[in-house]
T-cell receptor, first 115, second 112 residues
Framework: NAGVTQTPKFQVLKTGQSMTLQCAQDMNHNSMYWYRQDPGMGLRLIYYSASEGTTDKGEVPNGYNVSRLNKREFSLRLESAAPSQTSVYFC??????????????FGPGTRLTVL | KQEVTQIPAALSVPEGENLVLNCSFTDSAIYNLQWFRQDPGKGLTSLLLIQSSQREQTSGRLNASLDKSSGRSTLYIAASQPGDSATYLCALGPDSSYKLIFGSGTRLLVRP
C-alpha cells in the first residue's frame, strides 16, 4: 500500500495564479483532511471530509476550496494564490468509523511558495 | 477554546536515556489523543492513538499515557537512540467531528 500520496511535492506560483493540490489514499478510509504547517503556527486544519460526499470548513478555510472526488481522492484548490498561502500542505486520512478511534495518517506534503 | 501545549520546545539527551515528553490541554472533554513524529522535511508518522476511555497505549519502546482529569498526556521513550531524533507532536480530537488540534511539538535530539 502506498498510504497517502500527494502531488506535486513542490510548487512555485505567482500571486493570483490558481492551482489544485491532489491527494489520494489507498487504505479505504472514510475521512480525509487538508492541513497547512507554518513556522510558529503549527498544523492547522483547512478543510475536512468526514465521508464521501461531505466537506466541512476547518480553522483556516479562507482562500481555499475542496472537492471529495470519490472515497480515495480529496483535492485542495487555491483560486487566486496569495503570498500568505506560502506553506507546507499536508493531506491526511482517518481510519476510524467512530470519532474516538480516528487515527489519522499523513502524506509527505506539498511545499508551496507564492511569490 | 481548547489549547494544546508541549513543553519543552526542544530537548537534548544522551543515547540510552529514558525520557518523557509532555502534552497538556485545557479542556478535559476530549475524544482521543494521538502522538506523531515528524522528521525534517517529511510528513507526520502516527505513533500511538489513545481513546478517551483508555489510560495508556504501548508500542515497542514507546508508552503513551492519558490523564484527562489533569489535562495531561505523556510519551515515554525507553532506551533512546539517535534514530529517535525528530519532532514529536501531540494532537487531540476535541469532539465528534473527527478534527484534530495540534500542539507545537517538542524537538528531540538524541546524542550518540
Amino acid at each position: 500500500n502506498a498510504g497517502v500520496t500527494q502531488t506535486p511535492k513542490f510548487q512555485v506560483l505567482k500571486t493570483g495564479q490558481s492551482m489544485t493540490l491532489q491527494c489520494a489514499q489507498d487504505m479505504n478510509h472514510n475521512s480525509m483532511y487538508w492541513y497547512r504547517q507554518d513556522p510558529g503556527m503549527g498544523l492547522r486544519l483547512i478543510y475536512y471530509s468526514a465521508s464521501e460526499g461531505t466537506t466541512d470548513k476547518g480553522e483556516v478555510p479562507n482562500g481555499y476550496n475542496v472537492s471529495r472526488l470519490n472515497k480515495r481522492e480529496f483535492s485542495l484548490r487555491l483560486e487566486s494564490a496569495a503570498p500568505s498561502q506560502t506553506s507546507v500542505y499536508f493531506c491526511a486520512s482517518g481510519r476510524g468509523t467512530t470519532s474516538s478511534y480516528n487515527e489519522q495518517f499523513f502524506g509527505p506534503g506539498t511545499r508551496l511558495t507564492v511569490l | 477554546k481548547q489549547e494544546v501545549t508541549q513543553i519543552p520546545a526542544a530537548l537534548s539527551v544522551p543515547e540510552g536515556e529514558n525520557l518523557v515528553l509532555n502534552c497538556s490541554f485545557t479542556d478535559s472533554a476530549i475524544y482521543n489523543l494521538q502522538w506523531f513524529r515528524q522528521d525534517p522535511g517529511k510528513g507526520l508518522t502516527s505513533l500511538l492513538l489513545i481513546q478517551s476511555s483508555q489510560r495508556e497505549q504501548t508500542s515497542g519502546r514507546l508508552n503513551a499515557s492519558l490523564d484527562k482529569s489533569s489535562g495531561r498526556s505523556t510519551l515515554y521513550i525507553a532506551a533512546s537512540q539517535p534514530g529517535d531524533s525528530a519532532t514529536y507532536l501531540c494532537a487531540l480530537g476535541p469532539d465528534s467531528s473527527y478534527k484534530l488540534i495540534f500542539g507545537s511539538g517538542t524537538r528531540l535530539l538524541v546524542r550518540p
